[in-house]
């Protein structure tokens, strides 16, 4: 199995005038392909993980595809019964492994069509995921709350809002998908069983937390362990490389690694700094994962 890796330069650049140096751990960040595409989809996103102090993977389907699920998508990864999610474990755990700047306990994940399935089945893996145009699971993976960010278009004809099932009244969705399940399942729908298990106050998105008329609504849930928010877009179709949420993504997970068991700290998106208090902000830091690292860490051989 294959993968890309990127490790951000400041990584490099904060061992090079003492013995030791002083770094966080950084969010180890998957994006996960569509069917039939390759990881070089994601190039563009080497840029992000520099400015958002990402540790980013991206991982390679066989054939092109990733396993979901025998309920979801697709291709040759699921005629085959390939374990996907166990290929994604072990990435985790050996980069946690080998460089301390990396925990298994910060992981996040955005996907789109069978990558949004697959960060969706593989949930459990991550602290957020953010599936885009790809997001039906019938039972999710979910043994702790997890933070959720969807994207999905309401005229995307290859995977639909109102979900992929076999019952003759619903359209069809792409790539043999419909033949999975006997019940769709809306966007809605499963946005909802998110929240149920993230332990938000309500059933239903009550707060609409941004709009533009005519083009896009995102809807956040209230008091809950674990944020949990989906945007509806009009006319996005199946996204293409051009309109992908990514920024949008990266920001949410970044928030979420600044925020999360720091009261006081403050996510400054404008320019891209966890704010902390009472440490140095030139340091690429996330606040409470402060370590002591030596300056000849395997790292410097990528």
Excluded at 57 to 66: D, E, H, R, T
Excluded at 256 to 271: E, F, L, R
């Amino acid at each position: 199995r294959r993968f890309q890796l990127y490790i951000p330069t400041s990584v490099c650049e904060g061992f090079d005038d003492s013995p030791t140096g002083t770094i966080g751990i950084l969010p180890l960040v998957f994006t996960v392909h569509a069917l039939g595409r390759t990881f070089g989809m994601w190039d563009s996103f080497e840029e992000t993980a520099e400015e958002y102090q990402f540790v980013w993977v991206a991982p390679q389907g066989l054939q092109n595809s990733f396993n979901a699920g025998d309920e979801s998508c697709c291709g040759y990864a699921l005629e085959h019964g390939v374990d996907d999610k166990e290929f994604f474990r072990t990435i985790i755990q050996e980069l946690a492994a080998e460089n301390s700047f990396v925990s298994a306990d910060w992981a996040y994940a955005l996907g789109k069509g069978n990558g949004g399935y697959m960060v969706s089945a593989a949930a459990d893996l991550f602290r957020a995921v953010g599936p885009i145009a790809g997001y039906q699971i019938e039972n999710l993976p979910l043994q702790r709350p997890t933070a959720l960010f969807l994207h999905h278009s309401l005229d995307d004809t290859k995977v639909r809002p109102t979900g992929c099932c076999k019952d003759p009244s619903m359209p069809d969705c792409c790539c043999n998908i419909s033949a999975h399940l006997d019940t769709c399942t809306s966007v809605e729908a499963q946005v909802e069983r998110w929240a149920m298990n993230n332990g938000c106050s309500n059933s239903s998105a009550s707060d609409i937390s941004f709009q533009i008329p005519g083009e896009i609504t995102c809807y956040t849930y209230d008091s809950c362990q674990a944020n949990t928010t989906y945007c509806i877009y009009e006319h996005r179709g199946h996204f293409d490389l051009s309109t992908l949420p990514t920024g949008q993504i990266a920001d949410f997970f970044a928030n979420h690694m600044c925020t999360t068991g720091n009261p006081d700290a403050i996510w400054d998106a404008s320019q891209r700094i966890c704010r902390c208090p009472q440490t140095p902000q030139e340091l690429p830091t996330y606040c409470s994962t402060i370590i002591e690292t030596r300056r000849d860490y395997p790292g410097n051989r990528t």
